[in-house]
């Protein structure tokens, strides 16, 4: 079965860029989403088709994808974007999820 | 405003039965293809079943196939999963999502639902 593969934490200081990688074979192939939570919350989805922000997503947020490797990408991080990151790709018709990330800013 | 209100979680015994719902509104429900993703408490999203906006096609994954339910009534608006053989890591946050065509992502969350097995 496919696997997404993230690090299990991240730190960044404030005002700094934070990026976040998730490998998997041949993701460059496929659209891969990112998804933030934040403790007590519902996922929320922040990146889409490997590169694109959703309406309310602040510009801040970016993505690329390429060769086996999607990264999200957060310039000038701010407190508030302190939570865990889930990578997600689709394998024929299943969705699959890289094991999270999670992003400290301090 | 897109919405999706899930109900019926709770304790269960292993071997037991469960039925989630997931109530949208804001939307055209008969339109979108609907997706279950569970969460163990501190641990990362798994994805669990998908349905096709018409009901015709289902997908699950190995772990729950033959136990898990997935299905919808267009009319009322809603998603289900039905739950049986229940085991205790099935213990779980329960999300249902609505799979955007648009945007090939998991673009709206429900608020979860928390399923506990346990005797």
């Known amino acids: 079965s496919y696997e997404l593969t993230q690090p299990p934490s991240v730190s960044v200081s404030p005002g700094q860029t934070a990026s976040i990688t998730c490998s998997g074979d041949k993701l460059g192939d496929k659209y891969a989403c990112w998804y933030q939570q934040k403790p007590g919350q519902s996922p929320i989805l922040v990146i889409y088709q490997s590169n694109k922000r959703p309406s309310g997503i602040p510009e801040r947020f970016s993505g690329s994808n390429s060769g086996n490797t999607a990264t999200l990408t957060i310039t000038g991080t701010q407190a508030m974007d302190e939570a865990d990151y889930y990578c997600?790709?689709?394998?024929?018709?299943?969705?699959?999820f890289g094991g999270g990330t999670k992003l400290t800013v301090l | 405003e897109v919405q999706l209100v899930q109900s019926g979680g709770g304790l269960v015994q292993p071997g037991g039965s469960l039925r989630l719902s997931c109530a949208a509104s804001g939307f055209t429900f008969r339109s979108y293809w609907m997706h279950w993703v569970r969460q163990v408490p501190g641990k990362g999203l798994v994805w669990v079943s998908r349905i096709k906006s018409d009901g015709s096609s289902t997908d699950y994954a190995d772990s729950v196939k033959g136990r898990f339910t997935i299905s919808r009534d267009n009319a009322k608006n809603t998603l289900y999963l039905q739950m049986n053989s229940l085991r205790a890591e099935d213990t779980a946050m329960y999300y249902c999502a609505r799979d955007s065509v648009v945007v090939t992502a998991l673009d709206y969350w429900g608020q979860g639902t928390l399923v506990t097995v346990s005797s």
């Open positions: 997600q790709a689709w394998d024929s018709s299943a969705v699959v």
